[in-house]
């Protein structure tokens, strides 16, 4: 299991100062936070991508690049990367460039987006979402796959004996995760090319993501990529800790309660009862996140949002400290007793590499036995 942190790099007024932090000051933060995932061992730090106010990620794999010459061992990933207004030449460079100068540690999550006015900024209709997340990604993994590409399609314009440069690294792309919080098409498109899912799983009831998992699992066994449970699954969650549970709910009530997001609606008590959210003891946190497996079968990735609402950085960064001190081994050593043995591993570079190799031999073995066979008949032949 990956464990890690995402953000959606909202620019909050903290309620109970006043202060709004700067983009630079948030810009800086997200370098800080990313670097302590690293600190206290966890696996993954993913920054999500916005191009309008109060979020300030426009360029994601500008930030990972630097957060890449400052880490070693973490998988820096998108929580998500807009497959409908971003050009995939320019995904398919961008992120191939990030993978070589992080070493193989990139993988990504593409999404529709949902924000209207975005999609007129590039010049294309949100009506044409599903159609444009489905051409464009066909485009994109062609790109990642085939060294020469000839393509036409409805929204873009053909390309012809093209390459795309850098090539992805070890001839391994990035792995792909697809995002969606209600849409079943994405689903399906992950399943179909054997891609993992992401399932946000911060707003909504548990039933609501179960149909959209349900649903992928059963294409991805469906096209033959293995069993049902052996589909390739992500998951978002939130949490707020202190020590005491009732020092978590008195600091973080007045962050809740007026977040742009959530704020001004469901009362604390009724959205942590509702969704994923917890706010807090670590115990809590541990029995909350361990319930998602009951829930949603084995999977490979869990990611926290835990720096939004306004939240300072010292705050987020105590939060981290606990999470590594008194979760974060709890859950490792819960997952591996609990995960059956033919679950998949999470998708790294080193074992999409590994698997490629692998898979070459086997292929270089059987046409080598192929060709032995072909030579002992033909001697039996000759000897008759």
Do not use: C
Not at 14 to 35: L, W, Y
Not at 288 to 302: N, V
Not at 326 to 350: D, F, G, N, S
């Amino acid at each position: 299991m990956q464990i890690g942190v995402f953000s959606v790099s909202d620019i909050t007024q903290d309620p109970t100062t006043g202060h709004t932090p700067s983009e630079n000051e948030r810009i800086k933060a997200a370098v800080a936070i990313a670097k302590k995932v690293e600190e206290i061992g966890m696996d993954v730090y993913a920054i999500g991508e916005h191009h309008n106010r109060p979020f300030f990620s426009s360029s994601p794999t500008t930030l990972l690049a630097n957060i890449a010459a400052q880490t070693e061992r973490i998988t820096l990933s998108t929580a998500t990367t807009l497959i409908t207004t971003n050009d995939p030449v320019k995904i398919a460079e961008d992120f191939a460039m990030l993978q070589h100068l992080a070493d193989g540690r990139v993988d990504l999550v593409l999404g529709r987006g949902n924000t209207a006015p975005v999609y007129p900024w590039f010049g294309k209709n949100i009506q044409d979402g599903v159609e444009l997340a489905i051409e464009n990604y066909s485009l994109l993994r062609q790109l990642w796959d085939n060294d020469t590409v000839n393509w036409s399609g409805k929204f873009r314009t053909p390309l012809q004996n093209f390459t795309s440069t850098p090539r992805p690294l070890d001839g391994v792309a990035p792995f792909v995760w697809h995002g969606s919080i209600r849409t079943p098409q994405i689903a399906e498109v992950a399943a179909y090319f054997g891609d993992g899912f992401f399932a946000n799983n911060i707003f909504w009831p548990k039933e609501h993501y179960q149909q959209l998992i349900g649903l992928y699992r059963e294409r991805y066994e469906h096209y033959g990529h293995g069993a049902s449970d052996q589909a390739i699954v992500g998951l978002g969650g939130q949490f707020f800790m202190r020590k005491n549970s009732q020092d978590a709910v008195k600091e973080f009530r007045p962050y809740f309660d007026n977040a742009p997001v959530y704020g001004h609606g469901p009362s604390l008590e009724d959205f942590t009862s509702q969704t994923p959210l917890t706010v807090g003891s670590p115990q809590e946190v541990i029995e909350k996140t361990l319930s998602f497996r009951e829930f949603f079968g084995d999977y490979q990735r869990q990611l926290f949002l835990i720096d939004h609402a306004g939240l300072p950085l010292k705050t987020v960064l105590e939060q981290l400290d606990l999470f590594g001190e008194e979760v974060l081994p709890v859950l490792r050593k819960e997952y591996a007793a609990k995960t059956p043995a033919h679950i998949p591993e999470p998708p790294t570079h080193a074992n999409r590499v590994a698997a490629l190799l692998a898979k070459e031999a086997a292929a270089a073995g059987a046409s080598v036995g192929a060709g032995a066979s072909v030579t002992a008949e033909s001697s039996v032949t000759v000897g008759a």
